[in-house]
């Protein structure tokens, strides 16, 4: 769904945006606030796409990194209830679960699958230090290729395939348990 909101200078349309914000963040949306400039035009939607991903939070997170180590805690803390003296149980536990979520957008988006089970699977052994390296590839950032062959990931999220990520995003932040994700865009009157 869009909407727009046409209004002079003044009438309070970045007022209502900070409204809308405030209350999906209350009603468990992932939200993302850009302010659209002359640096990252809806044209360019590799720096748009890059612009939603560092204003991205939620009620408890306000990072795409941090809400998917959000998850994956929340995944590692209902298995040790479930099963409380059995590591392998837990461990399949979560895997199942992040295989639940994640065939959800498989079929859309076989790289972002790819990155998250890499994330999952190096951040509890001896690659914990790039884990975290993927999500930022994610999120549009630059990694070294070394650590880009490590996750498997090949170009970069770019103007042919940012809307492909958006959608995927939106799949993945409520096959998570979010209610959905909600870009807001602000100054789109100087494009």
Partial sequence: VTKFIDGDYGDGKTFFLKVINEKTNNLNFVVSSVVVNPYSPFYKLDLLYQDILRQISCKKANSF????????????????SKYPDDIPKQQKFVEENIDEVLNKVKGINPTFVRIIKKFYEFSKGPK?????????????ENIESSVK??????????????????????????????????????ECETI
């Fill in 149 to 186: 062959r490590e996750f498997g990931i090949q170009g970069t999220i770019d103007n042919s395939n940012a809307l492909n990520y958006i959608k995927t995003l939106s799949i993945f932040f409520k096959a998570i348990g979010y209610s959905g994700f909600v870009i807001l865009f602000d």
């Fill in 128 to 140: 914990s230090n790039i884990a975290e390296e993927g999500l930022f590839w994610l999120c549009g």
């Fill in 65 to 80: 990194v941090s809400i998917v180590n959000r998850w994956i805690t929340g995944l590692n803390r209902k298995a040790s």
